[in-house]
């Protein structure tokens, strides 16, 4: 086993330091969220780690999101949490079962309040780190390119995805563009991810951080739609130097709407063999008192991996 490198660790306790003052400063109160919760997501390829407690099955938190919006339910507006964070998935090069996550919420905001306040955090880290803002050839000081994905798409492959009405249309019309791809199966979003995956994550955030907004309705997860344009969610990724930082949304906060994607996630769980959570009813009660909103999730070892200039999770792990 490698020594873990001090210095590294030093590094990322400093940008949490960092990150804390960022948000004090902008009015924002911290948050201590429960590790244990009764229902940890229903995110269709997102395991959690069950844990018995007195005869009942509770769970590790894969995301304080739940906990947040409760929150802000409860009339709380600007509200973040750094916390651990776990999920039943392999390790690889990127990712570690448990992680860090820092994840804020803000009423009043929609997804592009959001964008300006993601990119004003980052600059700030920058600032106060000094040297150059260059990280992996991504200058983290330039203004944050912001393109949609379906022009991600055309740019980067030459398909327009929301032309294709089912999966082997859009199979066919990549396949069209000399696009490789695998015959597992028909289904539209896994041929989607295949493409955005293989032809488009690697291109984004090379020379200036970017963020791709725009999602299709079927990945809108728990943001709501354009109301400009229901074939897409108001939700955003975040991408720089090579690393998938953050997840965005402008948070839906109609009830009934969410526990209908809930259900439609529990059957989606169920076609896949993964395990079935039960609905948190305590945040659909909530929902009906938390006002527009926007949220947003950052991975802090993936950051600090970046900021460091490391593509090894490990460098920046105590465990």
């Known amino acids: 086993m490698e020594q873990i490198s001090p210095d590294a660790l030093i590094r990322t306790a400093q940008f949490v330091r960092w990150i804390r003052a960022f948000f004090d400063g902008q009015d924002y109160t911290e948050i201590f969220v429960p590790l244990l919760v009764p229902s940890p997501g229903m995110e ?31 009339g709380m507006k600007r509200i973040y949490a750094v916390t651990p964070c776990f999920r039943d998935e392999p390790a690889s090069n990127t990712h570690s079962p448990q992680f860090t996550m820092l994840e804020w919420y803000r009423v009043s905001a929609d997804l592009f309040d959001m964008m300006d ?19 992996f050839g991504c200058d983290l000081s330039q203004p944050f390119e912001r393109i949609k994905l379906r022009d991600a798409f055309i740019r980067y492959t030459g398909v327009d995805p929301w032309l294709a ?28 991810c295949e493409l955005f995956v293989n032809e ?26 354009d109301p400009n344009n229901a ?23 109609d009830p009934v709407e969410q526990k209908n994607r809930f259900i439609d996630e529990q059957k989606q769980r169920r076609r896949l063999n993964r395990p079935i959570y039960d609905i948190d009813l305590r945040l659909l009660a909530a929902l009906e008192h938390v006002p527009p909103c926007a949220g947003i999730a950052l991975g802090i070892e ?18």
């Open 231 to 253: 074939t897409e969610a108001m939700r955003f990724e975040l991408y720089a130097g090579g690393f998938e930082l953050a997840n965005a949304f402008d948070e839906l906060t």
């Open 165 to 192: 009405e089912d999966g082997p249309t859009l199979r066919k019309r990549a396949r069209d563009q000399g696009w490789r791809l695998s015959d597992l199966d028909d289904d539209w979003d896994n041929i989607f």
């Open 302 to 319: 993936r950051l600090s991996m970046l900021l460091i200039e490391s593509r090894q999770i490990e460098d920046v792990l105590s465990w």
């Open 200 to 225: 488009i994550e690697p291109k984004l955030g090379r020379d200036k951080p970017c963020l791709l907004y725009g999602w299709p309705r079927s990945q809108a997860a728990l943001a709501r739609l």
């Open 117 to 135: 306040e993601t990119e004003a955090l980052i600059h700030w880290i920058i600032e106060n780190q000094g040297g150059s803002p260059e990280r």
């Open 44 to 74: 269709p390829h997102i395991d959690a780690y069950p844990v018995q407690q007195n005869g009942v099955t509770r769970y590790l938190q894969t995301s304080p999101e739940y906990a947040l919006k409760t929150l802000l339910g409860r």
